[in-house]
């Protein structure tokens, strides 16, 4: 069984009671929040190394590794890691994209991460607020302009909405 649908079992399976699941994604967070601070502390640098490395380089277990690289997996330059298939000897690369993991971390409402201090070095505080108000815009959904009967017909046909496309609706 790969690593990733052994993390996913646990964490989000019915093997856990609530109790256990509640204790799993604390320790969880707190392991997150800490290889984070260390990535964010040096932006630019690429981190590599199979899954197994990299969870003794952030002290950790390769489960919670494995867990880390999924939801990381999609704020990272150009390329994403084989997380559906990987195993412990499996090569991964972790070169973040500054503005999409802060997006995600938003999306993600990860109060704890997009909040970090690292950020003030990282990007400024425009560009923060920027990117929080363009993802939570993401999420709301806008109905457009009512039309009228009388209304002129949004063709553009110069007729009134009711004797154009009106007739259809």
């Known amino acids: 069984m790969a690593l990733l649908e052994t ?6 399976g019915d093997g856990l009671n609530d109790k256990k ?5 604390s320790g969880y967070f707190q392991i997150e929040k ?16 199979t899954v197994k490395e990299l969870a003794e380089k952030y002290n950790t277990e390769i489960l919670i ?3 880390f690289l ?12 084989p997380i559906d298939t990987m195993e412990e000897d499996t090569e991964v690369k972790i070169e973040i994209d500054p503005e999409k ?4 971390m938003v999306e993600a409402k990860a109060k704890w ?16 607020k920027e990117l929080y108000k363009a993802q939570k815009a993401s999420g709301t959904v806008r109905k457009g302009k009512k039309i ?6 949004p063709c553009g046909s110069g007729k009134k909405y009711k004797k154009c496309c009106g007739k259809n609706a």
């Open 34 to 49: 800490g290889i984070y601070e260390q990535i964010l502390a040096d932006p630019t640098r690429v981190i590599t190394g």
């Open 7 to 12: 993390w996913r079992n646990l964490a989000y």
């Open 70 to 81: 999924d939801g990381i997996n999609e704020s990272l330059k150009g390329y994403e890691n």
């Open 101 to 104: 993991l802060y997006y995600n």
């Open 65 to 67: 590794m494995t867990g």
């Open 148 to 153: 009228f009967p009388n209304d002129p017909c």
């Open 113 to 128: 991460l997009y909040e970090l201090p690292q950020w003030d070095s990282i990007l400024t505080p425009e560009k923060r």
């Open 21 to 25: 699941k509640e204790e799993l994604w």
